[in-house]
């Protein structure tokens, strides 16, 4: 069971994340893979906090986005290079998330999730959506 955070959060599906990440001008041949990365990490779940990596490292939101990296935790170093604090990945609103995480594809690349083998290969048309 996932633990409920103080916030409710928000679970959106792959056509209404594809949607608002168009609208926030995420190019199009690239929301199918968005889409499968968020399914995969988060169930399309905003409010997620992931359970310690190996290295005592935390991921957030709804593309689970490093803590040593990229958003700054509570009370531990971070280089924070898309500099937030953690807990804006986990609002319903999913600017900050989807901005940090075009953040992290343009410096490590689709690699960057550990989900990716699932998200590389063939992905339905996410034409549906719009």
Same mark, same amino acid.
């Given at each position: 069971?996932? /633990?409920?955070?103080?916030?409710?959060?928000?679970? %959106?599906?792959?056509? @209404?994340? /594809?949607?608002?990440?168009?609208? !926030?001008? +995420? $190019?199009?041949?690239? %929301?199918?893979?968005?889409? *499968?990365? #968020?399914?995969?990490? @988060?169930?399309?779940?905003?409010?997620?906090?992931? $359970?310690?990596?190996?290295?005592? =490292?935390?991921?957030?939101?709804? &593309?689970?986005?490093?803590?040593?990296?990229?958003?700054? /935790?509570?009370?531990? &170093? =971070?280089?924070?290079?898309?500099?937030? =604090?953690?807990? #804006? !990945?986990?609002?319903?609103?999913?600017?900050? =998330? +989807?901005? *940090?995480?075009?953040? +992290?594809?343009?410096?490590?690349?689709? @690699?960057?999730? /550990?989900?990716?083998?699932?998200?590389?290969?063939?992905? $339905? @048309?996410?034409?549906?959506? &719009?």
């Amino acid at each position: 069971a996932i /633990a409920a955070s103080a916030q409710a959060g928000r679970t %959106l599906d792959r056509c @209404s994340l /594809a949607r608002e990440m168009a609208d !926030l001008g +995420v $190019p199009r041949d690239q %929301l199918d893979k968005w889409t *499968c990365i #968020a399914q995969h990490e @988060s169930d399309y779940r905003t409010w997620v906090v992931g $359970p310690a990596n190996s290295d005592g =490292s935390n991921d957030y939101g709804i &593309f689970q986005i490093n803590d040593l990296y990229w958003c700054q /935790a509570d009370g531990r &170093f =971070s280089y924070n290079e898309c500099g937030l =604090s953690c807990n #804006a !990945l986990l609002t319903d609103d999913i600017t900050n =998330s +989807v901005r *940090c995480a075009q953040k +992290v594809l343009s410096q490590q690349g689709w @690699s960057a999730w /550990a989900v990716w083998h699932y998200c590389s290969g063939w992905l $339905p @048309s996410i034409d549906e959506c &719009f």
